[in-house]
């Protein structure tokens, strides 16, 4: 039997489908016909032109699969990306699990996220049963990733699909540097980023959410989500962290909270009227919030042991070092 993952031109999903290959399994990849295949030139994998918002792509990939590891998304910290993430990350996700109705027994794998847990205004560590509090901030991404996986939470319970539940944290390692929500953490490494919030995040290693996306195929309980998180530490740690690695100065300047917020409703304005402001409201929350978790449930059921986030974040920067980044 075959195996289908979308997503698989991203970050997380082109180490997937390497790791795939390694174990000797037919892998087929859902791309777009405009998508770069950069991340999986030379791999020998299955080409399905397509796309999670066309079911009749879906519902042909899906013939003769045996799994579905779901991880296409749009990742969005603004109004103007709002509809796409509609479209896409619920959208798209409807559709994977209609598409799925015509497989015998469908296994899915769905990559989902901490945010559709939640986050906490101070230092509360979250886990799987916490309550989604940040519903009056209507955030993007957050809304349509807790919308898409109560699709799949209620697709199990109906009986329609045998899904496990995946929700990782801030991932780390070798190429991280070119998905477009990392772009503060390279001037970091580059000495270009002199500020810091109050924030804090968990940091987890590409390898071991991997390796933890294979086990929950095999160990995972239907209808049961597990966070893929690893060592909880304040932005300013982040920062420094990321610093101390590329040699260069870390960011000085705390930035209140306040401020972060009345920046990002000055950078609403300017979006508005169809400018760039150095951030919105949207970004000013997350990147002041903490999203901090605890991932016992995914160590007993899953084996998941997160290395330490030194380590992660070690891969990240001498991957920028060798590929031009610092320089």
Not at 35 to 64: C, H, K, P, Y
Request: positive net charge; proline residues 3%.
């Amino acid at each position: 039997m075959a195996v289908l993952v979308t997503g698989a031109t991203g970050f997380v999903g082109s180490w997937l489908v390497r790791e795939l290959l390694k174990r000797g399994e037919e892998v087929r990849v859902l791309h777009r016909p405009s998508s770069s295949l950069e991340e999986l030139q030379g791999l020998n994998f299955v080409s399905r032109l397509g796309d999670v918002t066309d079911l009749d792509s879906l519902r042909d990939a899906v013939i003769g699969v045996d799994t579905v590891f779901h991880l296409a998304g749009v990742v969005g910290y603004s109004r103007a990306m709002r509809r796409l993430m509609e479209d896409v990350n619920v959208g798209g996700t409807k559709k994977v699990l209609e598409a799925m109705q015509q497989t015998p027994r469908p296994k899915l794998v769905y990559m989902s996220s901490v945010v559709a847990v939640g986050a906490s205004y101070d230092r509360t560590v979250l886990n799987e049963n916490s309550p989604f509090n940040v519903h009056s901030l209507d955030l993007g991404y957050f809304e349509t990733k807790k919308a898409a996986e109560d699709l799949v939470l209620d697709a199990c319970r109906r009986g329609r699909v045998e899904a496990v539940i995946l929700n990782p944290s801030t991932i780390y390692g070798a190429g991280d540097a070119k998905k477009g929500s990392r772009k503060t953490q390279v001037k970091v490494a580059q000495g270009k980023f002199p500020f810091y919030t109050t924030g804090g995040v968990s940091i987890v290693s590409v390898h071991d959410v991997v390796a933890a996306i294979l086990r929950a195929r095999e160990a995972g309980r239907i209808g049961e989500r597990y966070i893929l998180s690893g060592d909880n530490i304040t932005i300013e740690a982040l920062f420094k962290k990321i610093a101390a690695i590329a040699g260069v100065k870390s960011p000085s300047i705390h930035l209140p909270n306040l401020v972060v917020r009345a920046i990002g409703k000055v950078g609403d304005g300017l979006e508005a009227v169809g400018k760039k402001g150095p951030i919105n409201t949207e970004n000013a929350w997350t990147s002041t919030l903490f999203h901090w978790f605890d991932h016992t449930k995914a160590r007993r059921e899953l084996g998941f042991k997160p290395r330490p986030a030194d380590e992660a974040l070690r891969e990240s920067v001498e991957w920028m070092r060798e590929h031009g980044y610092l320089n």
